[in-house]
């Protein structure tokens, strides 16, 4: 009996140093992959504390834990409200990752947790007009349709599907109808994810009509002019074509997780890939390449906080998109590919103003033509992606060209797409156009196309 007790007993030793050791490698050196959750965990919840006034509790258990992975779980917040900053780690205690507040700019992650330095990048805070009171998109009234076929459409759940937050169809420039989930409203301000690369190809289009950028221009980056990536033009950027190596499967531990989650320079990381195709010829869809393209239109001004002001001043004020709020990497970039913040209303006045070729208002702030050119098919994508960042294919169909077409949705539709079923369908020929936000998890199968090709066959 003595000599099992002694076993036990060393066993016990042998448990508890291990738990020590495990808990000491844990603190130094965390795994990649627990950085990563901390830091997406602390970002997404900034986000949506600060600038959607959201519970953070609850952006924590739903919106946090929406990929699924087991790690999710296990992360804790501490959110400081005073003081602009949530942090996240494992059990609140490994891989800590810290997300801060900046005005006008949203939230940043910090990989390098120099929080000092990550807030004295910040913009001039603009204090919106006050909505006027007249009909949206020149005010904020909405007056709906009374034909109930649509309003048959907007609450039937299978069509807008589940983890609906917002839908909004707008027509001939007036909002038909609404629906939001429940804690949402007109008011809140919603995550496009990668809709915003969209939106970051328009901002693209006010500095061409600048003349400040050509889609023709070439040795976009410094080092690029020494090697064959010189080659690459600002076309090939915008047509996702450019041949640059870039990982986007949203596993655990890729270049686009790495990009947004553990890099404070998002851009560089981006730009030291090497090429893989010859550009122009191969398409691949990268947030890595709309990230460099705010890069390089920043690149553009001599002072920084001409170019951070720049996307207020030129796009959002212009068309009344008062809510947006376009978010930063620690440096200073725009995250082009990821991070545009707006309400489903505003998100339809961008539809809105892609639907009048970037006109608003009789001012026209897009180069003439410049939208009509971002509509056309990059010539490398087999027909689902356009040469400006926009979608020909809704998502499901994107390896199936025609397929949205089959679908019933008119043929002449083009769509922004977001992580996590966030659409904006724009339906020129009926000059419609369809909003969808929400928590929707590829896995749930929902595909928006019905919901559209529905809305387009009441509304023709």
């Known amino acids: ?61 739903v919106d946090v834990q929406a990929p699924g992975h087991p790690i999710l779980k296990l992360m804790m917040l501490n959110v400081d409200k005073s003081g602009g900053t949530v942090s996240a780690g494992l059990l609140g205690i490994f891989g800590k ?33 006050t909505v006027a009171d007249a009909l949206w998109p020149e005010g904020g009234r909405v007056e709906p349709s009374q034909n109930p076929e649509i309003a048959k459409i907007l609450d039937d759940a299978g069509l807008t599907g589940p983890g609906m937050r917002a839908v909004v169809v707008a027509q001939n420039g007036r909002i038909l109808g609404e629906r939001y989930g429940a804690g949402f409203s007109e008011n809140t301000p919603l995550l496009g ?29 410094a080092d690029w002019k020494a090697d064959k990536r010189a080659a690459v033009t600002l076309a090939d950027m915008m047509a996702m074509s450019s041949g640059l190596e870039f990982n986007e499967d949203y596993g ?17 990381f981006a730009s030291n890939k090497p090429l893989t195709g010859e550009p122009g010829k191969v398409y691949s869809y990268s947030s890595g390449t709309a990230v460099m393209l705010s890069r390089i239109w920043q690149n553009t001004f001599a002072d920084p906080k001409q170019a951070l002001a720049w996307p207020r001043q030129k796009l959002f004020q212009p068309i009344g998109m008062n809510s947006a709020v ?18 489903a209303r505003d998100w339809a006045r961008f539809g809105q103003f892609l639907l009048q070729d970037g006109a608003w208002n009789g001012q026209q702030i897009l180069p003439d033509g410049f ?12 027909n689902v992606y356009t040469r400006g960042q926009l979608w020909i294919e809704a998502p499901g169909n994107e390896n199936d060209p025609g397929a949205t077409a089959r679908a019933g949705v008119p043929a002449d539709t083009y769509w922004l797409e977001g992580h996590d079923g966030q659409t904006v369908a724009v339906v020129p020929s009926q000059k419609l156009v369809v909003v969808r936000l929400g928590l929707t998890p590829f896995k749930l199968g929902y595909r928006p196309q019905n919901l559209t090709a529905a809305l387009a066959k009441v509304l023709k």
């Open 97 to 129: 990752g810290t997300a801060v507040l900046r005005p006008g700019l949203g939230c940043t992650d910090v990989p390098d947790g120099n929080v000092a330095a990550a807030k004295a990048i910040s913009t001039d805070i603009v204090t919106p007009p």
């Open 1 to 61: 009996m003595r000599v099992i007790g002694k076993i036990f007993k060393w066993l016990l030793w042998l448990i508890v140093v291990a738990v020590i050791g495990g808990a000491v490698w844990l603190w130094i050196a965390p795994p990649v992959l627990i950085r990563v959750a901390a830091n997406y965990t602390a970002k997404i919840v900034c986000s949506n504390v600060f600038l959607a006034g959201r519970d953070a509790g609850q952006v924590l258990a």
């Open 193 to 221: 994810w990668s809709m915003t690369k969209s939106v970051n190809a328009a901002i693209v289009g006010t500095l061409v009509k600048e003349g400040k950028l050509a889609i023709t221009d070439q040795g976009l980056f």
């Open 252 to 268: 655990a531990v890729t270049d686009v997780t790495r990009m947004l989650y553990q890099q404070g320079n998002m851009a560089d």
């Open 326 to 343: 376009l978010e930063t990497d620690q440096h200073g970039t725009f995250v082009g590919s990821s991070y545009l913040y707006a309400t």
């Open 371 to 382: 939208v009509s050119w971002m509509r056309e098919p990059a010539p490398a994508s087999k």
